[in-house]
């Protein structure tokens, strides 16, 4: 009686927290704060219109992150909990920009890591500012490639292809660097407690096990800083303990977001 009484409040748990992830990330995703009110959003990429050539909102406030000599990183200042990050990795002399939000600062850093060789889409819903900081920086947008483009130092590692989430990975070999959008994230709703790399909340009973095809030295995340040490045996532990770390994922969010979590004052 007592086993079954803890399964049921761990499933109303984890359907409390889902719905409450589910409804932040359909919510806010799109949700950009811009220098002024002329910047480009999100919604207007989602609704199809024209971008002027050279041209960026940008945000302000941008946090730099994940800084290890070949890449760099930028967390974008709002949705906060969302922890936004996109970055840009070099290899072989060529600069790759992955899931951008605009930032002036940080798009000018990446300039300097050498010669800008595009920008790379890794998940559906990461529009962000994809498209216009190709257009701004000069170079072609590569959105949910199935193959690298020629020449690229790295390879394309397939996660997801449903009809409402597809989304890839890239692995830098010789750099031993993965770089993910949604599958994997430390933002701290993705974390059960203890962990320092978690599946993303809608994937957690049928995790990405494709990225155990990789042993990284850095994991690159689309939702919070990277992971820089131990970084295979983070990936490894993350994937392989996701369900079984569910009921403690859900428990620690429904104290943290649910109805009756201590709100700031």
């Given at each position: 009686?007592?086993?079954?009484?803890?399964?049921?409040?761990?499933?109303?748990?984890?359907?409390?927290?889902?719905?409450?992830?589910?409804?932040?990330?359909?919510?806010?995703?799109?949700?950009?704060?811009?220098?002024?009110?002329?910047?480009?959003?999100?919604?207007?990429?989602l609704a199809g219109e024209e971008v002027a050539a050279g041209t960026v909102g940008g945000v302000e406030g941008a946090r730099l992150v994940d800084e290890i000599g070949?890449?760099?990183?930028?967390?974008?200042?709002?949705?906060?909990?969302?922890?936004?990050?996109?970055?840009?990795?070099?290899?072989?002399?060529?600069?790759?920009?992955?899931?951008?939000?605009?930032?002036?600062?940080?798009?000018?850093?990446?300039?300097?890591?050498?010669?800008?060789?595009?920008?790379?889409?890794?998940?559906?819903?990461?529009?962000?500012d994809c498209r216009a900081v190709a257009e701004q920086l000069g170079v072609p947008h590569y959105e949910l490639p199935e193959q690298p483009p020629a020449g690229a130092?790295?390879?394309?590692?397939?996660l997801l292809r449903r009809r409402w989430w597809h989304e890839v990975a890239l692995w830098f070999p010789e750099e031993r660097t993965l770089v993910c959008a949604d599958?994997?994230?430390?933002?701290?709703?993705?974390?059960?407690?203890?962990?320092?790399?978690?599946?993303?909340?809608?994937?957690?009973?049928?995790?990405?096990?494709?990225?155990?095809?990789?042993?990284?030295?850095?994991?690159?995340?689309?939702?919070?800083?990277?992971?820089?040490?131990?970084?295979?045996?983070?990936?490894?532990?993350?994937?392989?303990?996701?369900?079984?770390?569910?009921?403690?994922?859900?428990?620690?969010?429904?104290?943290?977001?649910?109805?009756?979590?201590?709100?700031?004052?």
């Amino acid at each position: 009686m007592r086993a079954a009484g803890a399964a049921r409040r761990d499933r109303h748990a984890l359907s409390v927290s889902a719905a409450t992830i589910l409804t932040h990330r359909t919510d806010l995703e799109p949700a950009i704060t811009r220098r002024g009110r002329g910047g480009l959003t999100d919604r207007a990429l989602l609704a199809g219109e024209e971008v002027a050539a050279g041209t960026v909102g940008g945000v302000e406030g941008a946090r730099l992150v994940d800084e290890i000599g070949f890449a760099f990183g930028w967390i974008a200042p709002e949705p906060r909990f969302m922890q936004r990050a996109s970055h840009a990795v070099a290899a072989d002399g060529r600069v790759w920009v992955i899931d951008p939000v605009a930032d002036e600062s940080a798009l000018g850093r990446a300039r300097e890591l050498g010669d800008l060789a595009g920008v790379v889409q890794l998940l559906d819903r990461h529009r962000r500012d994809c498209r216009a900081v190709a257009e701004q920086l000069g170079v072609p947008h590569y959105e949910l490639p199935e193959q690298p483009p020629a020449g690229a130092p790295f390879e394309v590692l397939p996660l997801l292809r449903r009809r409402w989430w597809h989304e890839v990975a890239l692995w830098f070999p010789e750099e031993r660097t993965l770089v993910c959008a949604d599958a994997v994230g430390t933002a701290q709703y993705y974390r059960a407690p203890g962990e320092r790399l978690g599946v993303s909340p809608l994937l957690r009973l049928t995790p990405p096990r494709r990225l155990l095809a990789v042993e990284p030295d850095h994991v690159l995340v689309g939702h919070g800083e990277g992971i820089h040490e131990d970084a295979a045996a983070a990936l490894r532990e993350a994937v392989t303990l996701a369900r079984r770390r569910t009921p403690s994922w859900a428990r620690a969010g429904l104290r943290a977001h649910g109805p009756f979590a201590r709100r700031p004052r």
